[in-house]
């Protein structure tokens, strides 16, 4: 019997007020029909959002979830301009944070695997962002790299 891997990933913007931002980053992640967003948080108080993906992984290398994300990335980067955000969230970017999470007995090498890979994806390519990146994962025994 073939197991099912199956992996969430959240994803936090700082930006809840642009409605068409927003829907310019919900319309990144649908180009990817086999990740669905199944929650969205808006805090206007913070003026942040949090977006919660879930998809299968694949240890092929190809991975929807890790695409949707990054398009959703990518995208924040092209729309939002923290020089005109104001929200009492402590923020330490557009998008100041990522978190994927295994579900059922996906394993958790390979949802920290997934995160590596988005990580090197999005700081090799939005460079011109000059993002931030830290990295942790409970399989890092605490290692932030």
């Known amino acids: 019997m073939l197991k099912l891997m199956l992996a969430c990933c959240k994803v936090y913007i700082s930006e809840s007020r642009n409605k068409a931002a927003l829907k310019s980053i919900e319309k990144a992640a649908k180009l990817f029909p086999d990740v669905p967003i199944v929650n969205k948080f808006e805090d206007d108080i913070y003026n942040r959002v949090g977006y919660t993906l879930v998809s299968t992984l694949s240890s092929s290398g190809f991975c929807s979830l890790k695409n949707a994300s990054f398009a959703m990335v990518k995208v924040?980067?092209?729309?939002?301009?923290?020089?005109?955000?104001?929200?009492?969230?402590?923020?330490?970017?557009?998008?100041?944070?990522?978190?994927?999470?295994?579900?059922?007995?996906?394993?958790?090498?390979?949802?920290?695997?997934?995160?590596?890979?988005?990580?090197?994806?999005?700081?090799?390519?939005?460079?011109?962002?000059?993002?931030?990146?830290?990295?942790?994962?409970s399989t890092s025994r605490g290692k932030v790299a």
Do not use: M
């Open 76 to 137: 924040a980067f092209e729309t939002i301009d923290l020089q005109e955000h104001c929200g009492t969230h402590p923020r330490l970017g557009v998008v100041d944070h990522i978190c994927f999470h295994p579900l059922g007995t996906t394993s958790l090498n390979l949802v920290a695997d997934t995160a590596k890979s988005l990580a090197f994806e999005v700081g090799s390519n939005l460079q011109d962002c000059s993002p931030d990146l830290s990295i942790w994962s």
